[in-house]
C-alpha cells in the first residue's frame, strides 16, 4: 500500500461527507430538505423542495464531491491501482455517514456518479444514467433499479476487461448502494397496473 493512501482517504471520506444538497438547501430555499421525499439529505430533495435549477445544483455538487478527491489522488498523489480502489470508496462512505449530520447521510447515487466518472470518465457515469433510467422506468422502485443498474455496470466492466481493482471498487460500491437501500427491497419489484 502507498504509504499516502490512509490520508487520501480520509480526504476523500471528509470531501464525501460535506452535505452540499442539505446546505444548498438551508442556504438558497431555507428549508430542511430532510423534510420532503424520502427524508434524505441528497440531491432528489433538492429537486422536490426547489425545482429544477436547485436540483441540478445539488446533482453538480454532489457529484463533484466525489470526483475531486480522486481526481486530486491520482493527479497529485499519484495514486492507482488498489491503492484507488479503496479510496474510490472513501467519498461514498462519507455521504452515507456524514459527521456533519450526526452520521444519518443520503444513499449516495449521486456521489457514486462523481466517482465513476474519476475512474472511468464518460464510461461509467454514462452507463449507470442509461441503466438507471431504464430500470427505474421499467421497475418503479429505487432500490431494484439501483441494484440492477450497478449490475449492468459490471456486465460492460467485464466487458472490457477491467482489472481486479476497478472491479474491487464496484464491488464495493454496490454493497454499500445495497446497504443503504436495504428497507426499500421490501417493496414490490414493479407497480401493478390502475384498474379503472
Known amino acids: 500500500m502507498n504509504p499516502v493512501t490512509p490520508l487520501w482517504f480520509i480526504v476523500a471520506f471528509i470531501s464525501g461527507a460535506l452535505p452540499m444538497s442539505y446546505w444548498l438547501g438551508r442556504v438558497a430555499l431555507h428549508v430542511d430538505i ?5 427524508g434524505n439529505p441528497g440531491a432528489t430533495n433538492v429537486f422536490k423542495a426547489g425545482g429544477g435549477f436547485w436540483g441540478m445544483t445539488a446533482i ?6 466525489g470526483a475531486i478527491p480522486l481526481w486530486l489522488a491520482m493527479g497529485i498523489g499519484g495514486l492507482a491501482g488498489w491503492d484507488l ?3 474510490a470508496l472513501a467519498p461514498i462512505l462519507g ?7 450526526r452520521f444519518q447521510g443520503g444513499k449516495a447515487i449521486t ?3 462523481g466517482v ?3 475512474l472511468t470518465t464518460w464510461l461509467g457515469p454514462v452507463t449507470l444514467g442509461l441503466a438507471l433510467t431504464v430500470w427505474v422506468l421499467a421497475l418503479k422502485v429505487e432500490a431494484w433499479a439501483v441494484t440492477l443498474g450497478m449490475l449492468t455496470l459490471l456486465a460492460v466492466l467485464l466487458f472490457i476487461h477491467a482489472g481486479p481493482p476497478l472491479l474491487g471498487a464496484w464491488l464495493g460500491n454496490f ?20 384498474r379503472v
Open 111 to 113: 456521489v457514486s456518479f
Open 34 to 38: 430532510r423534510n420532503y421525499g424520502d
Open 60 to 65: 453538480l455538487l454532489d457529484g463533484f464531491k
Open 85 to 87: 480502489a479503496v479510496v
Open 95 to 101: 455521504h452515507c455517514y456524514t459527521p456533519f449530520l
Open 175 to 194: 454493497l454499500i448502494l445495497v446497504w443503504r437501500h436495504r428497507h426499500e427491497f421490501r417493496r414490490p419489484r414493479t407497480v401493478p397496473p390502475t
Open 116 to 118: 465513476w466518472t474519476a
